[in-house]
């Protein structure tokens, strides 16, 4: 005599399986905000609007990071020249990392202390010195 057995499978089409972001890296300047934007795409293959996508600093060890990130939005606020990778998570679902670079803003150049100066105060700088009027040359 041979017996079969059969269970009922039942899917699961609105549990969450994948989170689409887009784009996938992104640039900030110092001072400028970004929105990052992840949706959670479910089973059926839907989106699904009422997700809650929280994000992360993934590299947070290496000192390189130039930027400050709100968890629970996804702002991202440039604070000074670096990169780093941050990546978007709903339930057990994380995203591929994704990498915030922050750039100096337009005309002005980074030190190594970290602080700016504009182009025109460094060229002012660097030029060589010159004689004041008056005094003699020597010989």
Same mark, same amino acid.
């Given at each position: 005599?041979?017996?079969?057995?059969?269970?009922?499978?039942?899917?699961?089409?609105?549990?969450?399986?994948?989170l689409?972001?887009?784009?996938?890296?992104?640039?900030?300047?110092?001072?400028?905000?970004?929105?990052? #934007? #992840?949706?959670?795409?479910?089973?059926?293959?839907?989106?699904? #609007?009422?997700?809650?996508?929280?994000?992360?600093?993934?590299?947070?060890?290496?000192?390189?990071?130039g930027?400050?990130?709100?968890?629970?939005?996804?702002?991202?606020? !440039?604070? %000074?020249?670096?990169?780093?990778?941050?990546?978007?998570?709903?339930?057990?679902?994380?995203?591929?990392?994704?990498?915030?670079?922050?750039?100096?803003?337009? !005309?002005?150049?980074?030190?190594?202390? !970290? #602080?700016?100066?504009?182009?025109? %105060?460094?060229?002012?700088?660097?030029?060589?010195?010159?004689?004041?009027?008056?005094?003699?040359?020597?010989?």
């Open positions: 005599m041979v017996t079969t057995g059969c269970t009922l499978l039942t899917a699961d089409f609105d549990r969450i399986v994948a689409q972001i887009d784009p996938q890296d992104r640039s900030v300047v110092v001072g400028d905000t970004i929105h990052l #934007a #992840a949706q959670a795409v479910n089973a059926a293959g839907e989106f699904v #609007a009422d997700a809650e996508i929280f994000w992360a600093i993934i590299d947070a060890d290496s000192g390189q990071i930027f400050t990130l709100d968890t629970a939005t996804g702002i991202v606020s !440039g604070v %000074q020249p670096g990169f780093g990778r941050v990546q978007a998570r709903v339930e057990e679902i994380r995203s591929n990392p994704i990498t915030i670079t922050v750039v100096a803003p337009a !005309g002005a150049l980074s030190t190594s202390s !970290g #602080a700016r100066t504009s182009s025109q %105060q460094t060229r002012q700088h660097d030029s060589p010195a010159r004689p004041r009027r008056g005094a003699r040359k020597q010989s």
